[in-house]
């Protein structure tokens, strides 16, 4: 669940904002079973084997910590479905800059970085933000930037 308000508009984001958008928490089995499905890789899959490895232990996919997060961004921030969401065009600069591992809890942050009603559509602009994963020791342990088409107020 979202720590955000409801955004609906382009005109409800504002340039500098940044905000803790919720927490992401993963287990050992959680870990695993993405995995398993998804980037079954040995550290990601085999904690023995992640032993062994350059991590010295399991640590989630990449893909599964920017899953959660997108999890937590959508349900605030971006607000996926509301009444002036359109899409989004993609992410930029996707960075895993620190492994995660059973029993981290990561808040999510986000910066927004510009709002730029289109000159060719009127009725619609972009929305660029930071999304970051922070540690219990304020480390960034995943980073992206996102952009979404959002409608502006009172167009349908």
Known sequence: ???????????????????????????????????????????????EAARMSPYGGLIASGWHTMSKLMKVVSGGAV??????????????????????????????????????????KPGQGLIIQHFTAVDAAGRVVCSVMGKVFFKRRGTA
């Open 79 to 120: 607000a996926a479905g509301g009444a002036g969401f359109i899409a989004s065009p993609g992410f930029e600069d996707l960075r895993w800059l620190r492994p995660v591992r059973p029993g981290d809890v990561l808040d999510v942050w986000i910066e927004t970085l510009s709002v730029t009603p289109s000159a060719s």
């Open 1 to 47: 669940m979202s720590a955000l308000g409801r955004r609906d508009w382009l005109e409800d984001f504002t340039v500098g904002a940044k905000e803790k958008a919720g927490t992401i928490a993963f287990s050992e089995d959680e870990i695993i079973a993405f995995a398993r499905a998804f980037d079954p890789q040995s550290f990601h899959v085999d904690p």
